[in-house]
């Protein structure tokens, strides 16, 4: 089981950036599929969460109106489009699994599978 984040990159305040998360090995829609950054200094923050079979779709106060999770089950792939970019945003992003579950959660202790991140830089 591996999952790979990409799509980061520098990016100007105000501008988008769409993320994805692929995986190897398994199918994507069977797993609740967790965003997660990571700024320098702090601690993991849960952004978004998309349920098993798409049930359900949840974001953090702090994105909600700016962040949209998707998936595409064609390309066994969830997204996340990260709008109105804020130079508070600039973290390292990371796609996290679980499987046999529709619930969600924020807690990185939730999910089972991590992939390597992807950089998301804003300059203001």
């Known amino acids: 089981v591996q999952l790979q984040a990409s799509g980061g990159g520098l990016v100007q305040a105000r501008g988008s950036l769409r993320l994805s998360c692929t995986a190897s090995?398994?199918?994507?829609?069977?797993?609740?599929i967790g965003w997660f950054r990571q700024a320098p200094g702090k601690e993991r923050e849960g952004v978004s969460c998309?349920?098993?079979?798409?049930?359900?779709?949840y974001y953090a106060d702090s994105v909600r109106g700016r962040f949209i999770m998707s998936r595409d089950n064609a390309k066994n792939a969830v997204y996340l489009q990260i709008n109105s970019l804020k130079p508070e945003d600039t973290a390292i992003y990371f796609c996290a699994a679980r499987t046999r579950t529709y619930r969600c959660s924020y807690s990185p202790n939730f999910f089972s599978y991590w992939g390597q991140g992807t950089l998301v830089t804003v300059s203001s």
């Open positions: 090995g398994f199918t994507l829609n069977d797993y609740t």
């Open positions: 998309i349920s098993t079979s798409s049930y359900g779709t």
